[in-house]
């Protein structure tokens, strides 16, 4: 009798599970769930703030922060604050730290968490964070130690805890590693600008940072792109500030280093982190679509030109099918064909979208004509020109294009010098002349003069002769 209710209370239990699965708390074991959605390494940077913890996503050109998910974690269960966020190139995942506690959170593009349990990771509270281009993440409660943890996926040492770090500890509120030396860099309560080198751990001061407009002491977010730009949010006024290739500079500690601002409004934030992928490029504005005419190809040339009218002015180049930029604003010779044409502002690198233009085929141009020409005759003082070819499809011209005609002959031509044409009657386009020239008339010998001997008495015939034209002439009696 024991056995029914046994297996009835199995079928509950399995039953409650498949209606409401508990938040999924991995222990470095392989994943058996079909894991989620990623994100696209694009424009947006993210920030998390409070706790529980909410996601945003910010426009670091604009400063406009939207809200995208509230209370990542969910509601029922401890640890809800997520900290020291970093943007994992090699999975395209957020990881951060769930505060309190032994475990890294991933999050998914549908914005959808799952806690991973990392051993040797000591239940403290890790506020700074981010992730290497090796999958290598680094953590740090601004002590003298840095705690690192392998993200690769592909890696055996995957979810496990690497030797830490010692560092100089510095009371910071986020960073961001750089793409293009590799390098973790933070600003401090002071304002310097700091490197910390990712294989040793050594921090470097780099100067102080001396703000483009006032602001406040905490900067609670940090972001990197593509060519090692650092972005970091003022907590206080939600300014954006921009520190250009900081990789380039040398150690300093009396350096000053410009922070110009990015974006003058955002969201005020505290409890905070932030993080933006590294390899996506700086935000900026695009120029507008370029906007033109084409110059499509004529009788008189076969190839084409484009034109742009918008946007121009200073600081803008324009590129043809991808090629290297040009502030003029045509591009000429272009035989028929498909074009797209960008435009950069050549101070930010920002490249609008494309716009698409087309070249024509040229038109038709007749052949030039074949004459055949009658000259004047001794009985008819004037010529006539006959074009043989093209035969069909043009009208004809005898005078140099002053006039037409559809006919191909031409009568009553006095003697001279002819240009000969045709046109297209498709296209309108006019061939190559022809000169043709119409002799003169040939000159006629005037009447005979003639002188008669008759038959006399003694000679039974008579005699002709022509006394005049005397010369140049043959006769005929």
């Not at 600081?315 to 591009?331: K, V």
């Not at 000429?332 to 233009?357: D, E, W």
């Not at 002799?439 to 039974?460: E, I």
Request: hydrophobic share 35%; net charge neutral; proline share 6%.
């Amino acid at each position: 009798m024991q056995k029914p209710f046994t297996l009835l209370l199995l079928f509950c239990s399995i039953g409650l599970y498949a209606i409401n699965p508990p938040v999924k708390n991995v222990r470095n074991q392989p994943r058996k769930a079909v894991d989620p959605p990623t994100f696209s390494c694009s424009m947006p940077a993210y920030l998390l703030q409070g706790s529980p913890t909410d996601a945003y996503a910010v426009n670091l050109l604009t400063g406009e922060t939207t809200l995208v998910k509230n209370n990542l974690i969910g509601t029922g269960i401890g640890g809800r604050q997520i900290q020291a966020v970093g943007y994992n190139i090699l999975d395209n995942y957020l990881w951060g730290y769930r505060s309190g506690t032994d475990q890294l959170v991933r999050i998914g593009g549908d914005w959808s968490v799952q806690f991973f349990t990392i051993s040797g990771l000591a239940i403290g509270s890790y506020d700074v964070g981010d992730i290497d281009a090796n999958g290598i993440m680094y953590l740090s409660s601004g002590s003298s130690v840095i705690k690192r943890i392998d993200l690769n996926p592909s890696s055996p040492t995957y979810l496990q805890t690497l030797s830490d770090l010692t560092t100089t500890g510095t009371t910071i509120a986020d960073w961001a590693l750089n793409v293009v030396d590799g390098n973790i860099y933070a600003i401090n309560q002071s304002s310097l600008l700091l490197r910390y080198n990712t294989t040793t751990g050594v921090r470097t001061t780099l100067g102080v940072v001396q703000w483009s407009v006032s602001t406040g002491t905490g900067f609670g977010a940090a972001y990197s792109d593509s060519e090692g730009n650092l972005y970091v949010q003022d907590n206080q006024g939600g300014k954006i500030f921009r520190i250009d290739k900081p990789h380039l500079l040398v150690a300093s500690t009396t350096a000053r280093v410009s922070g110009n601002l990015f974006a003058s409004t955002g969201m005020t934030t505290s409890s905070n982190d932030g993080t933006r992928c590294m390899n996506a490029p700086p935000p900026c504005q695009a120029p507008a679509r370029p906007d033109g005419f084409v110059t499509q190809p004529g009788c008189a040339t076969t190839t084409g030109t484009i034109s742009l009218t918008a946007p121009t002015g200073t600081g803008i180049a324009y590129s043809l099918n991808g090629g290297d930029y040009q502030t003029d604003t045509q591009f000429m010779g272009l035989v028929p064909g498909s074009y797209t044409v960008t435009a950069r502002n050549v101070q930010t690198n920002c490249v609008s979208v494309v716009n698409k233009f087309t070249v024509t085929a040229a038109p038709a141009v007749p052949s030039a004509p074949t004459v055949d020409v009658v000259q004047p005759t001794c009985s008819l003082s004037t010529g006539t020109m006959t074009v043989m070819a093209p035969a069909s499809g043009v009208e004809y011209s005898f005078d140099n294009g002053a006039s037409y005609q559809s006919g191909s002959s031409k009568s009553g031509l006095v003697s001279g010098v002819y240009l000969v044409k045709v046109r297209s009657l498709a296209s309108g386009c006019e061939s190559d002349l022809v000169s043709v020239t119409v002799n003169g008339a040939p000159a006629v010998p005037s009447a005979p003069t003639v002188s008669v001997v008759q038959p006399t008495c003694f000679l039974s015939t008579g005699a002709i002769t022509v006394t005049a034209p005397a010369s140049g002439v043959e006769y005929s009696f």
